[in-house]
C-alpha cells in the first residue's frame, strides 16, 4: 500500500472544494430555517386570527 501524494499545487484547489462545499451547506441550513420560520409565523397568524385569513 503506498502512500498518499498531493501536489503542493493542488493544495489551494483541495482546500477551495471543501470551503465552497461548506459554504452550500451552510446556505442550505439557513434557507431551511428561514422557510420553518415563516411557516410558523403565519401558522401563528392563522390561530390567532383565524377570521382575518
Do not use: C, S, W
Not at 503506498?2 to 501536489?7: P, R, S
Not at 420553518?36 to 392563522?46: D, F, M, P, R, T
Request: hydrophobic fraction near 55%; charge should be negative; aromatic fraction near 6%.
Amino acid at each position: 500500500m503506498g502512500l498518499l501524494k498531493i501536489d503542493l499545487g493542488e493544495i489551494p484547489e483541495l482546500g477551495t472544494g471543501v470551503a465552497l462545499h461548506g459554504a452550500l451547506r451552510a446556505a442550505q441550513n439557513d434557507v431551511d430555517d428561514l422557510f420553518e420560520l415563516i411557516v410558523g409565523i403565519a401558522i401563528l397568524i392563522y390561530e390567532i386570527a383565524p377570521d382575518f385569513a
